[in-house]
């Protein structure tokens, strides 16, 4: 069955980075794009970063673009998401998800993230 | 790009119908036919309902339908149970390569 897991989150101070973590499996990772998107405590969903099934074309929210930077590695179908010059606001709960007829078809659990000093 | 326009809550009893709108403009639900739906139970992740306006991804529950006039995306849910109480959320794909979410609706079963 299909299934992503997210991994990496943590605690880091203002000004800081951190690189999340998200595997497949289940279904050919390499013929699907991949987002991240993530949640803030008690609010709304925020779509954060695309990134095309062949790694070719990466896209991103304004709040987060030439601060965070999205990857992949299909030999080891695994997603990243590298988090720089991270903010109070960048805290939340990132998931990682799927992409299928434009839209987030799995989710995994996500990987809390709190920036904080 | 702006969050999709959705209301704060909805309510219903056991067995009525409700709809929750999603509204956006011509840059996203009104431009593509690429409007998703998600549900969303407390500490859980989302799950998709709806994906290309009104087709259900295989496992849901054919109460769940959705539709779209023009900048505005709906989505209906009949024959209400106590499991649908959750919080929903709609989604566009828009201009520029971007995806927006609406702000979430809470659906409370009376």
């Known amino acids: 069955q299909v299934q992503v897991v997210e991994s990496g989150g943590g605690v880091v101070q203002p000004g800081g980075s951190l690189r999340v973590s998200c595997t497949a499996s289940?279904?050919?990772?390499?013929?699907?794009?991949m987002h991240w998107v993530r949640q803030a405590p008690g609010k709304g969903l925020e779509w954060v970063a695309h990134?095309?099934?062949?790694?070719?074309?990466?896209w991103y929210a304004d709040s987060v673009k030439g601060r965070f930077t999205i990857s992949r590695d299909s030999a080891k179908n695994t997603v990243f998401l590298q988090m720089n010059s991270l903010r109070d606001e960048d805290t939340a709960m990132y998931f990682c998800?799927?992409?299928?007829?434009?839209?987030?078809?799995?989710w995994g659990q996500g990987t809390l993230v709190t920036v904080s000093s | 790009q702006s969050a999709l326009t959705q209301p704060a809550s909805v309510s219903g009893s056991p067995g009525q119908a409700l709809t929750i709108s999603c509204t956006g403009t011509s840059s996203d639900v009104g431009g593509y036919n690429r409007v998703s739906w998600y549900q969303q139970h407390p500490g859980k992740a989302p799950k998709l309902m709806i994906f290309?306006?009104?087709n259900r991804p295989s496992g849901v529950s054919n109460r769940f339908s959705g539709s779209k006039s023009g900048n505005t995306a709906s989505l209906t849910i009949s024959g209400l149970q106590a499991e649908d109480e959750a919080d929903y959320y709609c989604s566009s794909y828009a201009t520029s390569n971007h995806w927006v979410f609406g702000g979430g609706t809470k659906l409370t079963v009376l």
């Open positions: 990134m095309s099934f062949d790694g070719r074309n990466q």
């Open positions: 290309a306006v009104n």
């Open positions: 289940g279904f050919s990772f390499s013929t699907f794009g």
């Open positions: 998800s799927r992409d299928s007829n434009w839209s987030f078809d799995y």
